[in-house]
């Protein structure tokens, strides 16, 4: 890293979400999640583990905060539960002061020690009671409207102390993981082994359109009843990963284009929020199944997000084929033509290292929608640590190598490519429950012994605290960070 600067007002800090980290799932009158039950049954998570514990957070977070300070940080990026706020979720049942009171605390904490809150309003623990009495993200009527009620009460309990807001974690996780492939909660999919119901070819559709309109209303929400008086920023933030061709063939080379379009541009929603329309190849590939927005309905949509939310972990190569819509009829690869791998493999089959595809990514996404990015989330699972004995995992080699690679290429974004990123948030904190995966996959830069709940810092988190401190002292010096 030589002769890179950071503005003085970016974001530094780290990311978690409260199902996986909270634990205690029936204090001070929490109502069930989507999760608590679904993370239950046997064989949705690998190990068996569910939420119940978790990380203790909701108890331990003076710990967690302890930590924060620690790796220097000057922003948390957390998630509100919306059972916690109002236990039943609708927009007619009651609301509960102890849930209110809860993450009041922990935000007056966090600013207590100078660490400004960036919360989450959604990250996938949808009131269970939502989904039983209409059909949760089903349900369009419903659903909006009980979201934008949940989100006026989050904007009227916190928005005095929080400025940064989002409405939604990864739409596309929410509509494919949750009602198409079936592998995160409600678990709905057209493959009977895995589901009793659900229909992968039209509910994913029918939930991204739902959630995309939820978030929207909730902008409109906040812009008109909190924005001024409050002064805060709202927005969404999207998974996706960058691609690349798998080699020279034509029909490589389009279809890259058509992953990138499908599956980030499309398929994950950023199109109707930033553009005002879905793609053309999406509209192609579902035809009638897509549903319509009318025409008050994209006017909110279109330039609802203030700035650009990015979930991004690696990079894919892609091959043209196959029949999976939710890649936009892609494969992918990290298995070059030659036989080499991308990058490091991570303990998920999902994730190598590759900060070459990283900054690319943000000069794609910069460039296509012309928003100031804040990188929400970014981060590596190192392979087996959870059969490591504590001491061979706090040494975490491969994820220290993979921030320092996202780092340089992140500052190389800013400085030599002129992206305006805004802030970074490594995912995570904290080991944590890692959905489909339960506790075997683990995140953090802190290990996390789950059998006494100690909290001690990885390699990792200490690289990334130190990287933190130089960008601090020369910020203090020259009045913009930069990193020599
Ligand atoms: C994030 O999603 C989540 O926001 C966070 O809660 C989570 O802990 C973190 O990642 C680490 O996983 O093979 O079809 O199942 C990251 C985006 C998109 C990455 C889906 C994994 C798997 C696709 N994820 N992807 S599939």
Known sequence: MSNTKLPGDFMWGFATASFQIEGSTSADGRGPSIWDDFSRIPGKTLDGGNGDVATDSYRRYKEDIALLKSYGVQSYRFSIAWSRIIPLGGRNDP?????????????????????????????????????????????????????????????????????????????????????????????????????????????????????????????????????????????????????????????????????????????????????????????????????????????????????????????????????????????????????????????????????????ALMNYLYKKYKKPIYVTENGFAVKDESYMSREQALADHDRVEYFQGNMEAMLAAIVKDGVDVKGYFGWSLLDNFEWADGYETRFGVTYVDYETQKRYPKDSGKFLAKVRLILTLCWQSSNTMAVV
């Open 95 to 359: 609301v509960n002061e102890k849930g209110i009171k809860w993450y009041s605390d922990l935000i007056d904490a966090l600013l207590a020690e100078g660490i400004v809150p960036f919360v989450t309003l959604y990250h996938w623990d949808l009131p269970q009671a939502l989904h039983d009495r209409y059909g949760g993200w089903l349900n369009k009527e419903e659903i909006v409207q009980d979201y934008a009620n949940y989100a006026r009460i989050c904007f009227q309990a916190f928005g005095d102390r929080v400025k940064h807001w989002l409405t939604m974690n990864e739409p596309w996780c929410i509509a494919i993981l949750g009602y198409g492939r079936g592998y995160f909660a409600p678990g709905r999919s057209s493959d009977r082994k895995r589901s009793p119901e659900g229909d992968s070819t039209t509910e994913p559709w029918i939930v991204g359109h739902n959630v995309i309109l939820a978030h929207a209303h909730a902008c409109k929400v906040y812009r008109e009843s909190f924005k001024v008086t409050q002064g805060g920023q709202i927005g969404i933030t999207l998974n996706g990963d960058w691609s690349m061709p798998y080699d020279d063939d034509p029909a490589n080379i389009e279809a890259a284009q058509h992953a990138l379009d499908v599956a980030i541009g499309e398929l994950d929603f950023r199109d109707p929020i930033y553009l005002g329309h879905y793609p053309e190849h999406m509209r192609r590939m579902l035809g009638s199944r897509l549903p319509e927005f009318t025409a008050e309905e994209i006017a909110l949509v279109k330039g609802s997000s203030e700035f650009y939310g990015m979930n991004t972990y690696t990079t894919n190569l892609i091959i043209a084929g196959g029949d999976d819509e939710f890649q936009g009829l892609t494969r992918y690869t990290f298995t070059r033509p030659d036989g080499s791998q991308l990058g490091t493999q991570a303990h998920c089959s999902w994730l190598q290292t590759y900060p070459e595809g990283f900054r």
